[in-house]
């Protein structure tokens, strides 16, 4: 009867900038040199598959397995941000990211999620009350329990239902 009661402020969490880190801030390895550029990743549906393969040489290597065990969260918010700003672009509704707590204070869409999980940013559309959590599908993915074999069906999935 009273939710407007309970209902706080929204906190944004601009990750745009993050997500240009992938084709910014590169390592000195020459396949990341040739395949994680601006050109490549431009935040189009297809520019997906150069994160799959970037994630499954991550994942498929011992340097790779090295650098996800140190930097996991930098890599779940790098990756995340850019799949998420894939997702929005190609939605083109009103998501925007924000603090997943103010989200959750705001809003029933997360009532059902389990708090005891690692909270990352999300994006969420105050106009359809949806959420989309790209960061934590990029945290089960790395971790090895998605349900999705790759980004690039995660992506498509999400735009799908949310369009």
Do not use: C
């Amino acid at each position: 009867m009273f939710d407007f009661l309970k209902r706080t402020k929204l906190i944004k969490d601009d990750l745009k900038g993050m997500a240009t880190l992938m084709y910014r801030d590169v390592s000195e390895d020459a396949w990341d040199k040739e395949n994680l550029t601006k050109r490549n990743l431009d935040f189009t549906i297809e520019s997906t598959r150069f994160i799959d393969m970037y994630v499954k040489r991550l994942m498929n290597t011992e340097k790779g397995i090295e650098l996800l065990n140190k930097h996991f969260d930098n890599f779940v918010v790098r990756i995340g941000a850019y799949i998420g700003e894939v997702i929005k672009k190609n939605i083109n509704q009103d998501f925007i990211w924000y603090e997943f707590d103010s989200v959750y204070a705001y809003s029933s869409a997360l009532d059902e999620f389990h708090r005891s999980e690692k909270t990352y940013s999300l994006l969420y559309s105050k106009k359809r009350d949806i959420v989309i959590l790209p960061l934590l599908e990029t945290t089960h993915f790395l971790e090895g329990a998605s349900t999705y074999p790759n980004f690039l069906a995660y992506v498509e999935d999400m735009i799908k239902k949310n369009s």
